[in-house]
């Protein structure tokens, strides 16, 4: 079956721009995960969602970064103001529910210039 | 803060060798930990999850144990073959600080032909 879709798979912007990253979880998940990745590093938690609302959004890294998920499905990561600093690989995680092994998206690769 | 380290940070072996990587965490409250396997370019597989009340999981040739009372977790590969060959990272789920994995830095395997 289908799997964790993120678009786009990679996003070069200017620094300063405003950009989307879409994730499509895999269907009947109700848990999803934002993460990031650097090169070399573990992936790092953003925020965590149990159907539409945000249950932990600890790992925002400030307030120019949001998440939302209206439909309890579809996410999308909004980054505002973009920096050099923020570029890096955005991973999206869906499970069944919260207990239950991650399945991962192949991420999509920020670039800001 | 629950933090997760994994040793050693690369290892090559020829074919047909068996395996031990390690990660360690240091706040034993956890719900449960999982291995990941991560290949250049993608996003994370799930290989194995173990939750905080089993010793261990098997499949086919990867086996994962856990003792949580120490903070360690092991995952042997057995008979490894060039197509393991990628990046292993183990996460946990810490129990008291919300529902995000915590992920080690991860184990760059190569296996030589």
């Known amino acids: 079956g289908a799997g964790v879709s993120q678009t786009p798979s990679n996003k070069v912007t200017e620094k300063g721009k405003y950009v989307e990253l879409r994730c499509d979880p895999i269907s009947g998940h109700t848990a999803l995960y934002w993460y990031r990745q650097s090169l070399g590093q573990g992936p790092e938690f953003l925020i965590y969602?149990?159907?539409?609302?945000?249950?932990?959004d600890s790992g925002l890294p400030n307030d120019r970064f949001f998440a939302v998920r209206p439909e309890g499905s579809v996410s999308t990561l909004k980054i505002q103001r973009t920096e050099r600093g923020d570029s890096a690989v955005y991973l999206c995680?869906?499970?069944?529910?919260?207990?239950?092994?991650?399945?991962f998206g192949n991420g999509t690769r920020l670039t800001v210039t | 803060k629950q933090e997760v380290t994994q040793i050693p940070a690369a290892l090559s072996v020829p074919e047909g060798e068996n395996l031990v990587l390690n990660c360690s965490f240091t706040?034993?409250?956890?719900?449960?930990l999982q291995w990941f396997r991560q290949d250049p370019g993608k996003g994370l597989t799930s290989l194995l999850l173990?939750?905080?009340?089993?010793r261990e999981q098997t499949s086919g040739r990867l086996n994962a144990s856990l003792d949580k009372s120490s903070g360690r977790s092991t995952l042997y590969i057995a008979a490894s073959q060039p197509g393991d060959s990628a990046t292993y990272l183990c996460a946990v789920r810490p129990s008291n600080y919300g529902q995000n994995f915590v992920f080690g830095p991860g184990t760059r395997l190569s296996v030589l032909p």
């Open positions: 173990i939750q905080s009340s089993q």
């Open positions: 706040d034993s409250a956890i719900y449960n």
């Open positions: 969602f149990q159907g539409t609302g945000a249950a932990d």
């Open positions: 995680a869906s499970s069944f529910e919260g207990d239950s092994p991650l399945h």
